[in-house]
């Protein structure tokens, strides 16, 4: 049974009681909101997540308005893990946003076991290409549109490195976040992807999500094998340059952009060793969503065909 | 699980979930999933995932844990071993800054227990570190810290109040590490009612090996500024955690019999028996702490409060110590808290000096606050607080 079984009312009635409890990846949520207009947000945006009927809960998450005058005058929604409020509120307008934000938060700072990395990780063949990256480098936008191409979605913020299978990526299918000029670039490129409610105004501009594929989800329990580190750069009216990159500074910036590195400790190395051990390692600097992931589905493709050859060659030379 | 007596408290069955298990450890064996989401929610809010953890490792239970459970105990502890790692190395610095007071520092509360290795430690996150210096070495500490970083970014008026009536410099940051630090001088305000002895904390406080100028309170001491802090404090959110401190503290220290001979009388020569009457009280009925029935009589002898009195403050600290989580609070508890709160205030200071600054504190710090948040626009957004997250 998947979310969009539920007619808005049931999810609403749901949502308002004792909670839509739903599975996100490795993760089951229980939400519970006050708001009219989340169901029919949660149901556009997670529609093929499956309905869960465990009695555990990893997050139980609410939405709601905030007492006090700002019900009435520019009113504000609040975000809670049980009582706890991590975050100051935001407009009303911005209550998907911040359900998003909000997971985001309960997972990157309570879930130690994985190794948490700002990245997102899409897959093709069996294989992970992991894009990690700052604010403003295009990665989202990338990552949703090789993701309108076909290519699996792990995940797009929040790379779950597993600490027990070397190299290994565990997907956490959510809506791929995308600001300002994205939004219009996806809805251009990919106009069947479902788009989510806008928010403006919010501290990185107007922000709409792109709902995660139905395959996708439905292959949230299937991990994925880190292949390629691409640091993407989106550079206007630049062609698209992939060049090397090497291991050890790779190693410092995925370092660098993980939530937990410092929290693992020595765990925490050794998982991401696995993973630069798994991987070759590219800059890539691009502009044109049409010419890149062709690009990227050349160098996967590439790489996976010498895997195959790598294990032919030690068949027959017996050591396999 | 419904209305049920528990030690004499007649309390819902939900609210004292985590306290009951904190008390059998051993029944974490046999929870179904359902308990088990319960007292992960409670016991997360509480600051005690660590803990839980910890109890459950001692015990050898890890087994009999739902898998979808493990992962919650697995990061906590992962979390509250980083966590001392950090402390340790937080630790090792400030006392090598102080090294140049020439003059004994002791080191306070959570950062005390994981510096003398305290079972009390184990699994415990807390958000600064509390050392106590002598009250005329004070200033010369604070600019020895200064010059490496540690400031204040208190306002003048709340500068001011820390600086003169408080036991305690406004609190200190690292710039850089973003790490706190309270510098206190006293274990109670200068205004407050009762009024510990600071010379005598120091005069036993016990040298830590390894550390030239590190001290940490005897453990009886410790056990009393335990019970200062919780049952004279303003606000309840780490209540149930620093109830467990207690607990744990007097689980520890007890297996001496010297430790209850000179408990109570320690608390007397310090006018601290109200808060250690408190402390035993309140151990005993809500984590079945094994305190021997004569101290409890003696300590009762020394601090119990007149009955009516003491009738009202059971109502009010059960209701403030249980997890601060939905499932632990009945139609009273905000009622409680409020006047726990307004009671702390009573206690830290006389009423001439007590209503001016809730005057203050009311409507002329809001407006500053105000002000200075509109010129500065900084208000924390997810981003920085997702940020604060990651290494530096």
Not at chain 1, 129 to 146: D, Y
């Amino acid at each position: 049974m998947i979310v969009a079984d539920y007619s808005e009312q049931t999810l609403q009635g749901l949502i308002a009681g004792s909670g839509l409890r739903f599975g996100v990846g490795p993760f089951t949520l229980n939400l519970q909101s006050s708001l009219q207009q989340l169901a029919g947000d949660v149901r556009l945006m997670y529609a093929s997540y499956p309905i869960s009927s465990q009695p555990f809960a990893d997050f139980h998450v609410r939405l709601d308005r905030p007492f006090g005058l700002r019900r009435w005058f520019r009113p504000q929604v609040n975000f809670t893990q049980d009582t706890r409020t991590p975050f100051k509120p935001l407009p009303l307008e911005q209550s998907f946003a911040m359900f998003e934000w909000g997971l985001n938060w309960c997972i990157s700072s309570q879930c130690h076991q994985y190794l948490i990395i700002h990245a997102a990780v899409v897959e093709r063949g069996g294989l992970a290409l992991i894009m990690p990256a700052p604010p403003g480098s295009g990665k989202s936008t990338l990552c949703a549109g090789l993701v309108a191409r076909g290519w699996r979605l792990l995940t797009d913020e929040l790379a779950l490195v597993s600490l027990e299978q070397p190299g290994e990526v565990i997907a956490l299918p959510r809506p791929v976040s995308l600001k300002n000029e994205s939004i219009d670039v996806i809805r251009a490129f990919a106009p069947e992807q479902v788009i989510g409610p806008i928010a403006r105004d919010t501290a990185k501009g107007t922000v709409a999500h792109m709902a995660a594929p139905v395959e996708s989800v439905e292959r949230a329990a299937e991990a994925a094998l880190s292949s390629l580190l691409v640091f993407p750069q989106y550079t206007p009216a630049s062609a698209t340059v992939i060049a090397p990159r090497q291991k050890a500074a790779s190693f410092m910036e995925l370092a660098d952009q993980s939530f937990n590195f410092n929290v693992l400790g020595e765990l925490g190395f050794q998982a991401l060793r696995q993973v630069l051990d798994s991987c070759d390692c590219y800059d890539l600097s691009y502009s044109q969503l049409d010419d890149v992931i062709p690009a990227l589905e050349r160098l996967i493709d590439a790489r996976a065909e010498s895997a195959q050859l790598d294990s032919l060659d030690l068949r027959s030379t017996g050591i396999g | 699980m419904g209305k049920q007596a528990i030690n004499g408290l007649a309390v819902d069955g939900q609210a004292m979930l985590l306290f009951s298990l904190l008390a059998k450890p051993q029944q974490m064996a046999n929870l179904d999933l359902n308990t088990w989401d319960l007292l992960i929610r409670q016991a997360r809010n509480a600051d005690l995932l660590g803990r839980i953890y910890e109890l459950v490792a001692e015990h050898k239970l890890f087994d009999d844990v739902p898998l979808p459970v493990r992962p919650h105990l697995l990061s906590a502890r992962r979390f509250a071993r980083r966590h001392s790692v950090m402390v340790g190395f937080e630790l090792g610095n400030l006392l090598g800054i102080l090294a140049k007071l020439d003059s004994p520092v002791v080191v306070l509360k959570g950062a005390a227990y994981v510096l003398a290795e305290l079972p009390a430690a184990a699994g415990r996150v807390f958000s600064d570190i509390d050392l106590m210096v002598a009250k005329d070495r004070l200033a010369e500490a604070e600019k020895l810290l200064k010059v490496q970083a540690w400031v204040s970014s208190a306002d003048g008026y709340d500068d001011k109040y820390y600086r003169q009536w408080m036991h305690e410099l406004p609190p200190l940051q690292h710039m850089k590490r973003h790490t706190l630090l309270d510098l206190h001088h006293a274990i109670l305000p200068q205004t407050a009612r009762l009024k510990p002895s600071s010379k005598r904390l120091f005069a036993s406080a016990l040298p830590v090996e390894g550390y030239p100028n590190a001290h940490v309170l005897c453990p009886e001491d410790m056990v009393l500024h335990s019970a200062t802090h919780l049952f004279q404090d303003d606000e309840f959110k780490h209540g149930a955690r620093d109830l467990v401190d207690l607990d744990t503290l007097l689980r520890h220290f007890g297996e001496d019999e010297q430790f209850w001979q000179r408990l109570v009388p320690r608390g007397i020569e310090m006018d601290l028996s109200r808060p250690l009457y408190y402390a035993l009280r309140f151990c005993c009925r809500m984590l079945e702490t094994p305190v021997p029935e004569a101290i409890l009589a003696q300590a009762a002898q020394a601090g119990r409060p007149p009955w009516l009195l003491a009738g009202l403050m059971d109502q009010l600290f059960q209701r403030a110590l249980v997890p601060d989580h939905p499932s632990c609070l009945d139609s009273f508890s905000a009622v409680a808290k409020s006047l726990l709160f307004v009671r702390s205030h009573y206690l830290r200071m006389p009423l001439h000096l007590l209503l001016p600054h809730l005057f203050h504190k009311a409507f002329i710090s809001p407006i500053n606050a105000r002000r200075a948040d509109r010129a500065t626009e900084n208000r924390p957004t997810i981003d920085a607080l997702i940020a604060e997250n990651k290494p530096r």
